[in-house]
C-alpha cells in the first residue's frame, strides 16, 4: 500500500525547516518568553505552523492577526485564574519531605480507575521506589475539570496536585508577570521556501500568548522555584522536550538535583519538539538523562536528532501485556474474516473532521462495521460531525485487547501507539495519513509490510475485507523480535533508576 509523502518531504521538515525555528528562537536566547513558547520549542502538534505557512504558500496571502484569540484572552485569563486558585485553595501543600525523589505526572481520564487515582505513566515506580525513599508523585491537570474528581478519588498522602505548592499570592502574581511578559517576538527574517516566514512564526507567537499556550512553562517555573528550598534528590518528568520542561530544567538546582526524562509513549516525525538541532543541544536546557521506552526509540532518537545528553533504554511501564517475563508475547492473527475495523485518533483534535469524512466516503452502507476510538483526552462531544454517524459506524469508549484478534481484521490509526500495540494482539495494523503535508510515521525500521495507507489504499481494503481477500496472516517470529526492540518489557526498572539517579 502505498505511501503518501515522499521521503524528501520528511528530511526538509526535519533538516532546514527544523534548523530554520533554531535559529529564530536563537535570537530571542535569554528571554524567558521566548523559552515558554511552544511555537519555538516547535511543538507543532500544538501550534500547526509548518502547516499554516504550507497554506500561506499555496495561496500567496499573508499571515493573518489571531483576532479571535484576542476577543477570547481576557475570558481565557479569569477562568484559568480561578480554577488555579480553587486548586491552591482546595489542594494546598504545605511542605515537602528534604530530598525526596519528585515525579512530575500528568492528570488524565485515564488516572482514575474505579475512584481511585493511580499514575498512568509512571505506574508502579514511583510506589517501588518508595520502599528506600521519600517520593512524591505531583499531578498537573490537563483539563481542570478534572480536580473535581481528584478530589473524589481514593489517593495516597504522597499524591499531590503541583499547583497545592503555590500560595494565593504566587498565583496573583504568577498571573500579572504572565499578562505583562509572556508575549514572545522574533526580529528580522526567516527565510523558508523563499519566503520570509518571521510574520507566520509572530502570529503563532502571539497565539501561544493570547490562548495561553505558553502559560504551562510560567507556571512550571514558578511551581520549581518553590520546590528549590526542598533540596529534591531527583526529578522525574514526562520527556517530550516540550517548553515547560525546559523552564523546569533551567530553573531548579542542578547541583542537588538530578533531572531524568522519561519518554513515556510514542512519537512520530510530526513532533519536532523530539529532534533537537546541534544549537537547540547547545542552547535549550535539557534533563541529565534520557529515559526510552525501547532501543528502537533510543537509535531513533540519537539517528535523527542532537542530544549531548546521554539517552539511555528503560522500560515500557505502561505496558502490561502478556509476557514470559522476559520478552513480551506476540499473538497469531485470526485468519477469518470479521468485516470489523477499528480506527483509533489522535490527540491533535483539529484532524478529526477530515479523517472522518474519508472514512465515510470508504466504508458507508458497506458491510463492513467501523468502530470507532477517540484519544482518552478529547472531549467526543465537541465533533459535531458525530451526532449523525451511518449506521455501520460506532463510537467505542475501550477495547478488550485480549479479545482484538476475534473482534477486528485491522487497525487504523493516525500518530499513537495504538496501532503498534495491536500487533501483539494479533490484528495488522496500517497508519492513515493522506491528508497530512508531513507524513507522520510510528513505525520506526519496519519492514514486514508497508504500515502506510493513503485513501486510495483505503477503498482496496474495503473491498478486500467485502470479498473475502484481505490477508490477514503474517510472520510472527520477525513481528516478536520487532515489538521487542520497540518497547523493553519492565524487567528491574527501579534498580536501574537508582542507579541512573545516583549516576
Known sequence: MKSTKPETEIKEYLGCYNTLLSLAAAGSAGKFSALASPTLSKQETVSNLHDYVSNLACTGVNAQFPWVSLVEFLPRIGRLSFQLLCASIFFRVKSLPKSCIYFRTWLVPKSFQ???????????????????????VSFQPLDYSLLVEFGRAARKRNQIISVGLLSVIDILKLILTYITSGRAKVVGSYIYNNRDIAPAINRSLLIDYFRLRSFQAYLDREICRKLRGYELKAFIYVFENQSWEKACCATLDRK????????????????????????????????????????????????????????????????????????????????????????????????????????????????????????????????????????????????????????????????????????????????????????????????????????????????????????????????????????????????????????
Open 256 to 503: 542537588i538535583t538530578r533531572l531524568i526524562g522519561y519518554q513515556s509513549s510514542g512519537f512520530s516525525n510530526i513532533f519536532l519538539n523530539f529532534f533537537p538541532t546541534p544549537l537547540d543541544a547547545e542552547k535549550d536546557p535539557m534533563p541529565d538523562t534520557i529515559l526510552t521506552v525501547g532501543a528502537l526509540f533510543t537509535r531513533y532518537l540519537l539517528e535523527h536528532s542532537t542530544y549531548i545528553i546521554p539517552v539511555k533504554t528503560f522500560a515500557a511501564l505502561r505496558f502490561v501485556f502478556p509476557s514470559d517475563g522476559k520478552k513480551y508475547f506476540v499473538r497469531k492473527p485470526n485468519p477469518n474474516i470479521l468485516k470489523r475495523v477499528l480506527y483509533a485518533f489522535p490527540v491533535q483534535f483539529d484532524q478529526y473532521g477530515s479523517t472522518l469524512e474519508d472514512l465515510f466516503k470508504v466504508f458507508e452502507g458497506t458491510s463492513i462495521e467501523v468502530h470507532l476510538k477517540f484519544h482518552p483526552v478529547v472531549r467526543i462531544d465537541r465533533i459535531k460531525i458525530l451526532r449523525d454517524l451511518p449506521e455501520n459506524f460506532s463510537v467505542i469508549d475501550s477495547v478488550d485487547m485480549e479479545r482484538l484478534r476475534d473482534t477486528y481484521d485491522v487497525v487504523l490509526f493516525d500518530d499513537n501507539s495504538f496501532g503498534l500495540e495491536s500487533l501483539i494482539f494479533g490484528v495488522r495494523s496500517y497508519q492513515y495519513n493522506g491528508y497530512k503535508r508531513i507524513s507522520c510515521n510510528r513505525f520506526f525500521y519496519f519492514d514486514l509490510w508497508n504500515p502506510n495507507i493513503d485513501f486510495i489504499g483505503l477503498v482496496g481494503l474495503k473491498d478486500a475485507i467485502e470479498v473475502g481477500s484481505y490477508e490477514k496472516n503474517y510472520e510472527i517470529n520477525h513481528l516478536h523480535n520487532y515489538f521487542n526492540s520497540m518497547y523493553k518489557l519492565n524487567l528491574g526498572a527501579c534498580s536501574d533508576l537508582s542507579d541512573v539517579i545516583l549516576a
Open 114 to 136: 474505579d475512584d481511585t487515582l493511580v499514575d498512568d505513566y509512571f505506574r508502579t515506580l514511583p510506589d517501588e521506589l518508595s520502599t528506600s525513599n521519600e517520593v512524591i
